[in-house]
């Protein structure tokens, strides 16, 4: 495999038109600022992270992008329109369960609604035009099946698919259609460690190859630290949004949180976030076992949990 | 319907010579015809039910139609009108029960109440009924007796209709059922889409129901589709696979009933379970003879090329 291409705008402006720009944006909800003041700018084949404790509204950002949801403050463009216009140019993968054991669909087919679900009527068996149409869907569909490596798999039912094979199937069908800002909803979340890494390195690697701007919810930063551009930490009322090494730093998250959040840098590079006393140790023990030989050489690595402060300290800090 | 019991019929072991007899009564022939309608239209709907797992909403409709066809009846109506009157309304009431659509709705216990209020409705108007020969039986485990040409030109253009819809929001529907959130993001209405569904299925169970009765729809609403879902997992197969199981065990099922004493309710369903049966064990027998050899393209989890190439770059 040829060497990561770099991005062409890490930290600074980019030079492109933005793919996803967001100018002081914030959603309230009942009357409560779930998070406010997120200025970002997406150049295509950026990898950004949503960062923040549960319930501070990581989500809800994916849905305004998506126009599912207004915004309270400030304005965001996709694809140099309103939210919501851009269509096939937006994949999108929301947060889920696995599918059911007893769904006899297969994984190929599950794909391809990526490409045609939403198309009403019937496919027809007509030949000619529509012949060569739907080999071209064909193709594509094995296009992106190849693309995350789902090719082993893709004839068998979705349902007996492991969760780290649906979650490439679901990646690949919401790349059918090319598109040109790809958001993922916690797409690591109940995954194993080796899943978790080879699915973040397969992300990263869209984000290089094709060209697509991904903006992806994570609850746990270390999987994806290696292959990020930038990240937007949310918290209560605020945000903080620039590179890895900008974000996550003692001053950055202690201001942001209210709270003493300490980010230590290990003798080999790696970053270690310590929060509240409520930090989970389980994340830790994850992390660990999770820095075997899947992680790319150099690259850093915070074997803290990116939640450190808990949500109610952090609340009660912000008031 | 004891019909071997009038003397009417024998098995001669002559298949040519037996469908001939049995084909010259117009009745046996418009059973048929009737039967081949239905089990066309319950496999294309029910491959739906098996995958959106709606088997509930099915059964509740089915009960529901059973006052429908007894009241029918009672005022001097055939009861298939019945059947469909109260199946579409029904699937109508649930359509917009608060949550209908996230799984919810059809399975309140409001549903529970209402439906065996509804039953217990429909066993009085046969009792209110005087001269019901064997009602209870047919309305509830099937008959193919008294299908008249009127009744299958409807059965027929309700398919037809049903199958139109069904056909023109098919993928759309297949993305909801699957993925409802995928697909209410690219914009798919998936509340409407189930309200329709739901009205599709009241249609579909009115029609199973003329000839399983109301309590064994499932012998061809579902059973015949989850045959094929066990057998193929390509939709382009297990759909038409769905039909052509239900449509051989509604003919046997009706042969069978004409040349024995024995209800057609009863073969049907023992048809459809057995070809149900008979899939499950070549789908084991195949997973077992599969798991021993080889399996070449289906690595461990994790262990795909594109994994172990990311990791080691």
Same mark, same amino acid.
């Given at each position: 495999m040829a060497p990561p291409i770099p991005p062409q705008s890490r930290g600074g402006e980019p030079a492109a038109p933005p793919v996803l720009r967001l100018r002081g944006a914030g959603v309230r909800v009942g009357g409560r600022t779930l998070w406010s003041g997120v200025d970002l700018a997406v150049a295509p084949g950026e990898f950004t992270a949503i960062l923040g404790p549960n319930g501070v509204g990581k989500s809800t950002l994916l849905k305004a992008v998506l126009g599912l949801r207004p915004l309270a403050l400030g304005s965001v463009t996709v694809l140099g329109g309103a939210p919501g216009t851009a269509g096939r140019r937006v994949g999108y993968l929301p947060q889920r369960r696995s599918f059911d054991p007893g769904l006899r669909i297969r994984g190929r087919d599950i794909v391809r609604m990526g490409l045609d679900g939403d198309r009403w009527g019937v496919p027809l068996p007509l030949p000619s035009r529509f012949g060569a149409r739907r080999r071209a869907e064909a193709v594509r569909v094995q296009e992106v099946i190849d693309l995350v490596g789902a090719t082993g798999y893709a004839d068998r039912p979705i349902g007996q698919c492991s969760g780290g094979e649906q979650q490439r199937l679901l990646i690949a069908q919401a790349l059918c259609r090319k598109p040109e800002l790809l958001l993922l909803d916690e797409p690591l979340d109940s995954l194993d460690l080796p899943n978790q890494a080879a699915v973040a390195a397969l992300i990263g690697r869209i984000c290089r190859e094709e060209g697509v701007a991904v903006v992806m919810v994570a609850h746990d930063v270390n999987p994806i630290l290696g292959h990020l551009d930038r990240v937007i930490y949310l918290a209560e009322g605020g945000a903080a949004t620039g590179t890895p090494a900008e974000v996550i730093t003692s001053a950055t998250l202690t201001r942001l949180y209210g709270t003493p959040v300490e980010v230590l840098r290990t003798s080999d590079g790696r970053l270690v976030v310590v929060g509240g006393p409520e930090a989970p140790a389980l994340h830790s023990d994850r992390h660990d076992t999770a820095a075997g030989p899947r992680t790319p050489a150099g690259a850093p690595r915070a074997t803290g949990t990116p939640e450190a402060p808990a949500p109610e300290r952090t609340r009660r800090a912000a008031r | 319907m004891p019909l071997a019991d009038a003397g009417l019929t024998a098995w001669s072991w002559n298949p040519l010579t037996d469908i001939q007899?049995?084909?010259?009564?117009?009745?046996?022939?418009?059973?048929?015809?009737?039967?081949?309608?239905?089990?066309?239209?319950?496999?294309?709907?029910?491959?739906?039910?098996?995958?959106?797992?709606?088997?509930?909403?099915?059964?509740?409709?089915?009960?529901?139609?059973?006052?429908?066809?007894?009241?029918?009846?009672?005022?001097?109506?055939?009861?298939?009108?019945?059947?469909?009157?109260?199946?579409?309304?029904?699937?109508?009431?649930?359509?917009?029960?608060?949550?209908?659509?996230?799984?919810?709705?059809?399975?309140?216990?409001?549903?529970?109440?209402?439906?065996?209020?509804?039953?217990?409705?429909?066993?009085?108007?046969?009792?209110?009924?005087?001269?019901f020969l064997g009602g209870v039986d047919a309305l509830l485990f099937g008959s193919f007796l008294g299908i008249g040409d009127g009744q299958v030109v409807l059965l027929a253009v309700v398919a037809v209709v049903v199958l139109a819809v069904l056909a023109a929001v098919g993928r759309p529907l297949l993305f909801a059922s699957v993925d409802p959130s995928v697909a209410a993001a690219r914009a798919l209405p998936v509340r409407a889409l189930s309200v329709v569904f739901l009205v599709l299925l009241g249609a579909a169970t009115a029609e199973a129901s003329q000839i399983t009765g109301s309590l064994l729809v499932f012998a061809l609403l579902v059973m015949p589709p989850a045959?094929?879902?066990?057998?193929?997992?390509?939709?382009?197969?297990?759909?038409? +696979?769905?039909? +052509?199981?239900?449509?051989?065990?509604?003919? +046997?099922?009706?042969?069978?009933?004409?040349?024995?004493?024995?209800?057609?309710?009863?073969?049907v369903t023992t048809f459809a379970f057995a070809a149900y049966v008979l899939a499950r064990a070549a789908r084991t027998a195949a997973t077992a003879f599969g798991a021993r050899g080889p399996r070449p393209g289906t690595g461990a989890t994790g262990g795909t090329p594109h994994a172990v190439e990311e990791a080691a770059a």
């Open positions: - | 007899v049995m084909w010259s009564y117009p009745f046996m022939v418009n059973a048929f015809r009737a039967g081949a309608v239905i089990a066309v239209l319950s496999a294309a709907v029910g491959w739906f039910v098996v995958l959106r797992r709606q088997t509930f909403a099915a059964h509740t409709l089915a009960v529901v139609g059973f006052p429908g066809a007894s009241g029918a009846v009672l005022v001097g109506v055939a009861s298939g009108y019945g059947y469909f009157a109260f199946c579409l309304a029904a699937a109508v009431v649930i359509a917009m029960l608060p949550g209908a659509g996230q799984g919810h709705g059809e399975e309140s216990a409001l549903i529970g109440t209402v439906q065996a209020f509804l039953l217990a409705c429909g066993f009085l108007f046969v009792a209110l009924y005087k001269g045959t094929a879902q066990l057998l193929s997992p390509r939709a382009a197969v297990s759909l038409p +696979l769905g039909m +052509l199981i239900g449509l051989a065990v509604t003919w +046997l099922g009706l042969t069978a009933a004409y040349y024995s004493p024995y209800p057609v309710g009863f073969f």
